[in-house]
């Protein structure tokens, strides 16, 4: 029974560069969410997704990042042109409805480090 | 708008003493609250929520929760320490939304309170 699995758990690109995050929600779940977490901060929401819909992007930057989550397959972010000061932990969290009253599930994250 | 303030960056406890991880929030309905718990490289596991009903909410490990409406709190509590609670413990809101408002969907979070229980 499988949680969320994020890929890859540590990912270190060059400026410039992209960097491709992934995220395979619970089984059974439809609703995807990714956060991003700077040292010894908490976690602050990027997007929110359905399959193969965006339904709230209000934390994520107009430029250079983009999300997806398609019909097959895991949910993506992408961050094109990467900058040092996207170094950080990015986590992706997953439920089953999107009400609010039910927890989230969250991943391992991935260690994005711009070198 | 919704937040979350977590005003201890670190709580220290002696090993079988009583913790307290204080949260306060805000929002313009009624919230969810929930408490999760980060060990080193991991990600957040959930503890307990809080979204109607009995003000104290009973979660894993052992620990406790107490829903204050006048105060707009819900500081995680644990009757007795153990080493192994130590991790980084992070609070979060929703706000109590209908379905269809975006702003019911996003867990808002708390900086993080940082717990070492030492033996």
């Known amino acids: 029974n499988a949680g969320v699995m994020q890929n890859p758990r540590h990912l270190v690109r060059r400026r410039g560069q992209e960097a491709r995050l992934r995220c395979s929600p619970m089984k059974g779940h439809s609703h995807v969410y990714w956060y991003r977490q700077l040292p010894e901060e908490g976690l602050k929401f990027m997007v929110y997704l359905q399959k193969e819909n965006i339904i709230d992007e209000s934390g994520m930057p107009k430029e250079r990042f983009s999300a997806e989550f398609p019909k097959e397959g895991p949910s993506i972010l992408r961050i094109q042109q990467v900058v040092r000061g996207d170094s950080a932990a990015y986590f992706c969290a997953s439920s089953p409805y999107g009400q609010g009253n039910q927890p989230q599930h969250f991943g391992d994250g991935t260690r994005l480090s711009i070198l | 708008a919704q937040s979350v303030a977590q005003p201890e960056d670190q709580v220290n406890v002696a090993e079988g003493n009583p913790l307290t991880v204080k949260c306060t929030y805000s929002v313009s309905g009624n919230p969810y609250l929930f408490w999760y718990v980060q060990y080193p490289n991991r990600g957040l596991q959930f503890l307990l929520k809080?979204?109607?009903?009995?003000?104290l909410v009973k979660g894993s490990y052992g620990f406790e929760a107490e829903f204050n409406k006048s105060q707009t709190s819900f500081h995680l509590k644990k009757p007795s320490a153990l080493v192994s609670d130590s991790a980084l413990y992070f609070c979060?809101?929703?706000?109590?939304?209908?379905?269809?408002?975006?702003?019911?969907?996003?867990?808002?979070f708390g900086g993080g309170t940082r717990l070492m229980v030492k033996p």
């Open positions: 979060a809101v929703r706000d109590n939304a209908p379905m269809g408002n975006n702003a019911g969907n996003m867990l808002t």
């Open positions: 809080y979204i109607t009903g009995d003000n």
